[in-house]
């Protein structure tokens, strides 16, 4: 049974950072891509950043681009969500989750974990 664990959520202010990371109980954690994902109250779940299987490939929505860096560590089955300069519109609850190929598609990963939230005051 696939398990994924997310956890460093907490409450921060504006300009603050927070680092998330995600332990995952898969045997064959480098074979699948990794991607965070969020949903703030009364919206869609929204698509983060993503990291191929190997880690040289990245993604990011704009949203985020240039103040959230992804990583992995395949040794340890981990993925890393480093946020800088966060903002009250970043508050959300922040999902991990795998899939088999690269997508920012929620519906194409496969495994999820029960979500950390983040909040962000002004």
């Known amino acids: 049974q696939v398990q994924l664990l997310e956890s460093g959520g907490g409450l921060v202010q504006a300009g603050g950072s927070l680092r998330l990371s995600c332990a995952a109980s898969?045997?064959?954690?480098?074979?699948?891509?990794m991607g965070w994902f969020r949903q703030a109250p009364g919206k869609e779940r929204e698509f983060v950043a993503a990291?191929?299987?190997?880690?040289?490939?990245?993604s990011y929505a704009d949203s985020v681009k240039g103040r959230f860096t992804i990583s992995r560590d395949n040794a340890k089955n981990t993925v890393s969500l480093q946020m800088n300069s966060l903002k009250p519109e970043d508050t959300a609850i922040y999902y991990c989750a795998t899939s088999r190929w690269s997508t920012r598609i929620a519906n194409e990963y496969n495994y999820w974990g029960q979500g950390t939230q983040v909040t962000v005051s002004s």
């Open positions: 898969i045997r064959t954690f480098s074979r699948y891509d």
């Open positions: 990291i191929s299987r190997s880690g040289d490939s990245t």
